[in-house]
């Protein structure tokens, strides 16, 4: 991408997020007007109309003056999170602030604004600003795919934290980001006396002392840095090296088990260093999630209990068996425990060791696509998800928790490398971050990191999220084989 057409793209970007914010807050000002007067303009009201005009002006030029200035219409800078709603809150508070010190103020003697109306603000501006944000960012994003925008990126550091980093930004269609490769120092790259030109599944470039080539060949917009390999003082020299191009320079701190909501940088002393909240098994999380399990199963178990019979009914009619499929698996702190489930195959499936072999293998990500054993119903019942619903059972009798890592199954929990063997530390789940991030589209390390995420980053925010976008990808029916 030519410097003209990244000026260009810019310009775009901050025109409509300028518009989108300005049409918004108008809006909000207007909105939390009716709110509170109604449509009526009642003569208690009318002879005040020219105030609330005005402070809606002032509020709305010091609202978009601050976002200006926390610099949330530079593409750079603009990153989807919730840092984004924090500064928009934050915005709201100091904008509210403003209006009614200058109202105060100027006013004392004359009309003081109404209190509720300012309240009635406070929550529209929020409520549409961040909700506009993310739709006129998905409406940026289409629109820059479809004008042939990319946004083309170099890692530096061909390691597992490099792939990570490439893999994700691959996934996110919102960025249209294009992985020009990888670059790291020459002696990380050499491979029998050569340099190795592809990294897993991404491109090599070549030598980090390259750089300035790389950048200039591929129209280079970002740079990640994920290499430990990088001391101050080189990282002092690439920034210098690198300081007359037009970049976005990001770096990766290796820490992608744990939320940012969790880690806050500060300066200590000159030392930038990051501060990690922890988040332990206290009584706040055991009384949540026995809240949720126990009520959320209870109702799911009652409302679905004449499906239970129509399906064990079309299990029956279909082929031979027994309706329900009883596996014994690892639990919490690999306690064996039997699940649960709808038949989903014909009778002697597990005695298929052709198939057996295939499932139990890491690379195959314990699961196969066209399992020839399933039955014309249980192919159904694995579609929307049914075949899993007897699993409540498993939930009332405390042994499995509505949102966790999913059980595993004996074979498959005995090939645990040590380092994911930390997630079978917590009681597991019907449902996971992974089954609303992918499901099986993910391969299996993924999922093993996912689920640590969610141990290590657990919050009720993110346990009824799971429960939320579950119900989707079950409508929706994505991901289920």
Known sequence: MSKHTKRKKKYYFFFIMFLNDLFFLCLAFLVAFFVRFGFGFGDNIRPFLKYYLMYSVIGIIVFIALLAINRLYSMNDVHPGTEINIKILLNNIL??????????????????LSRAWLIYVA????????????????????????????????IIGANEEG???????????????????????????????????????????????NIGDYISKYDIDTIVISS??????????????????DLEILMSPSLFEFSVSRMRMFDYA??????????????????????????????????????????????????????????????????????????????????????MDKIYNRKAGFKIKDDPRITRVGNLLRKTSLDEFPQIINVLRGELSIVGPRALVIQEGDQLEEWERKRMTV???????????????LNYEERIKLDLFYIHNWSLVMELKIIFFTILRILFKKGAY
Not at 168 to 189: C, H, M, P, Q, Y
Not at 281 to 295: H, L, V
Not at 298 to 316: C, E, H, S
């Open 427 to 441: 009681r597991q789940g019907l449902t996971g971050l992974w089954q609303i991030s992918g499901r099986n589209d």
């Open 270 to 355: 000159g030392i930038p260093l990051i501060q990690i909240s922890t988040t332990g098994k206290d009584w706040k999380i055991k009384i949540s999630k026995f809240i949720i399990d126990y009520s959320l199963g209870f109702l799911i178990f009652i409302f679905f209990i004449f499906l239970y019979l129509v399906v064990g009914l079309a299990i029956k009619l279909d082929s031979k068996g027994p309706v329900f499929f009883k596996q014994e698996r690892y639990g919490e702190n690999f306690k064996r425990i039997k699940i649960y489930k709808f038949r989903t195959m014909v009778q002697d499936a597990e005695s298929r060791k052709d198939i």
């Open 163 to 209: 792939r990570r980093v490439a893999t994700t930004f691959s996934k996110v269609e919102l960025d249209n980001a294009n992985i020009a490769g990888f670059i790291d120092r020459k002696e990380n790259l050499m491979a029998d006396g050569r340099i190795i030109r592809k990294f897993k599944d991404f491109k090599v470039l070549g030598p980090l002392d």
């Open 228 to 245: 430990s390999d990088l001391k101050y003082d080189d990282i002092q020299e690439l920034l210098e090296n690198i300081k007359d191009f």
């Open 123 to 154: 929550i529209f501006v929020f409520l549409f600003l961040a909700v506009g944000r993310v739709v006129v960012r998905r409406t940026v994003s289409i629109l820059f795919r479809k004008a042939g925008f990319k946004r083309n990126v170099i």
């Open 95 to 112: 904008s509210i602030f403003t209006i009614s010190t200058i109202n105060f103020y100027i006013n004392r003697d004359g009309y003081l």
